[in-house]
């Protein structure tokens, strides 16, 4: 049944009605104001996050999800985030999730082509887009564009989880101080990333030398993010690594959220941090902090 009328609205509330359908498909009322993005319904004939705030029903608070860059690894956001959540409160819980995912190809021109700029705005609209639906929270499910973080951080209200200033936590919190950095060749010669681990907490990062930053970047681009997991790109990489340790490195950072489908903690001998898993672990800690 669809709610026509306003439901528990107060005045200047966005709190209008909607149905409950199976699988999180929301339907929405066909008075819900032109040109706003509907509130994630909660079930019980109430809505439960609008733009403007409201009732919600639930112990982890909504977290918005940039992801699709690539869905390889979005989907391992999805899955540790829904797997701790269960984990944490028991029962049938999961994380509450509204999911944002583009179709790669279409970043990954950008990318290329260094419009970096009309990729920001591209992602801040779709930021915007999640809070008004309901988005407690935002998580960026990539690293290469964190390029464009502060773009994204400007453009809503909601905390904004960098995962960077996560991973300097997790580094910092083992009491290393020098790290080698792998990830897309962006993430590896530009400063967003590097410099931020570096300039605001204090980390010394190393990345490969050539011809190990051409060979980390197109093991991502022609394999990793179109499924591809090769044991002869594992071993490629681990020497990689080890030339890295050679030159003093004490871990390695995953920079790139596809290198973990292919390296894992128990294939190296120095401390691995999974940027992926890392900055979703980080993501409910938020999700649950004063639920």
Known sequence: MTTTEPVGADEGDLGWGCERALMHDWRVADTW????????CGGYGRCCVGASGGWRDGAVKVIGLLGGMSWESSIVYEQILNEEARRRLGGVH???LLIRSYDFAVVERLQSAGEW???GRLLADSARALEAAGAELLVLCTNTMHEVADMIAAAVAIPFLHIADVTAAAIKATGLAKVGLLGTRYTMERDFYRGRLQATHGLTVLVPDEPDRTLVHQIIYNELVQGIVRDESRTRYLEVIGRLQQRGAEGIVA??????????????????????????????????ADS
């Open 117 to 119: 700029e009309q990729a």
């Open 255 to 288: 920079g790139c959220t596809e290198i973990e489908l292919l390296i894992q903690a128990g294939d190296l001998s120095l401390p691995y941090f999974p940027t992926t898993r890392l900055h979703a672990l980080a993501a409910l800690d938020m999700a649950l």
């Open 33 to 40: 104001p032109a040109g706003l993005l509907p509130p994630v």
């Open 94 to 96: 999961s994380a509450d």
